[in-house]
C-alpha cells in the first residue's frame, strides 16, 4: 500500500502543517520571499525534532483567496517547499495551494520532489467563501500523468470546510467518498465546518466503512480529542501546534512535543 511504503505506518500518522507566510502579490504581502521561507524552514525543523510523521506546505495567509492563482504564487511555493524539502529530506512532504489550485500543486511538487498533495473540489461542486468550486479530478488525473507525477499521491478533501453543500445534500459524506474512491484518489479528508472545529467521529467511521483507500482527518484535532480519530490514517495538525491554538500564529515547540508525547503513548 502506497501509503504504508511513504508514512511507515497506517494509523494515527500525524501531518503538521507549515503555513507559509503571505506571498508576494497578496493583500497581507508584507515580507521579502527569502524571510518567509526562512520561517517555513525554521517550523519544519521545529515538526522534525518532535517527531512529526510528514508536512503540508500550505499557502494559509493569503487572504482572501482566489480561484485565479497567479503564476507568482506557484513560483514562490516551488521556491518554499524545494526549501522545506532540503531542510526535512528524509520527512514525507505534501502541498496545498488556496484556493482550489491543484494542477498547480501537482507541477510544484513534482519540482520540489515532494510525495502528496490535497486538493479541495476534486469531486461533486459545492459553493465556498471563494466562489463555486467544481469537481476537477479527470482533469487533475491527466495533467499528473502528463507531466510523469503519477507517484505523487492525491488526498482529497470530502464536504470541505468553509463551504455551502446545499448543491449535494442528498449526497452522504459516504458516497462522496465512495465517488472519490472510484475517480481515483489516493485518499480522502474529512473536516469540520471551518480551521479548527473537529471533524465529526461519527462521519469518520461512517466514511471508514464505505471506502478501502485511506482516511485523514483534516481539521480540529487536539490533545484533548485525539483518541476519538485514532482510527484514521492520518491527522492533520495546524491549529492546535500554533501559539495558542490559533491557526495564524507561530508554531509552538512545547505544544507540538507535548501533542507527540501523547501520541507515543496512544499509539501503544
Not at 517547499?81 to 505534501?94: R, Y
Not at 446545499?166 to 465546518?193: I, M, Q, R, Y
Request: with cysteine; charged share 20%; aromatic share 6%.
Amino acid at each position: 500500500m502506497e501509503f504504508l511504503k511513504l508514512f511507515g505506518r497506517l494509523k494515527s500518522v500525524v501531518i503538521g502543517m507549515v503555513h507559509v507566510g503571505a506571498l508576494p502579490g497578496t493583500p497581507q504581502s508584507s515580507l521579502p520571499l527569502t524571510q518567509i521561507t526562512d520561517k517555513a524552514c525554521y517550523e519544519s525543523e521545529i515538526y522534525k525534532d518532535a517527531g512529526v510523521d510528514g508536512l503540508i506546505v500550505e499557502n494559509m495567509h493569503d487572504l482572501p483567496y482566489t480561484v485565479s492563482v497567479g503564476p507568482e504564487i506557484t513560483a514562490a511555493m516551488a521556491v518554499i517547499s524545494a526549501a522545506v524539502k532540503q531542510t526535512c529530506p528524509h520527512l514525507p512532504l505534501g502541498i496545498q495551494i488556496l484556493c482550489s489550485a491543484n494542477q498547480q500543486a501537482v507541477a510544484v511538487a513534482l519540482a520540489a520532489g515532494l510525495d502528496f498533495i490535497r486538493v479541495e473540489g476534486f469531486v461533486f461542486s459545492h459553493v465556498a467563501d471563494e466562489g463555486i468550486i467544481n469537481a476537477c479530478a479527470g482533469d487533475l488525473l491527466r495533467y499528473r500523468k502528463q507531466i510523469g507525477a503519477q507517484h505523487i499521491q492525491i488526498f482529497a478533501d470530502v464536504k470541505k470546510k468553509h463551504s455551502a453543500h446545499a448543491l449535494t445534500a442528498d449526497v452522504s459524506v459516504s458516497e462522496t467518498a465512495k465517488a472519490a474512491e472510484l475517480f481515483l484518489a489516493d485518499g480522502v479528508v474529512l473536516t469540520g465546518t471551518a480551521t479548527g472545529m473537529q471533524a465529526d467521529p461519527k462521519e469518520l467511521k461512517e466514511v471508514e466503512h464505505a471506502v478501502k483507500i485511506p482516511v485523514l482527518i483534516g481539521s480540529g484535532v487536539t490533545l484533548e480529542n485525539a483518541r476519538n480519530f485514532l482510527g484514521a490514517n492520518a491527522l492533520i495538525i495546524g491549529s492546535y501546534f500554533k501559539k495558542d491554538g490559533y491557526w495564524a500564529n507561530s508554531v509552538d515547540p512545547d505544544r507540538v512535543k507535548t501533542f507527540m508525547d501523547h501520541m507515543g503513548k496512544l499509539r501503544k
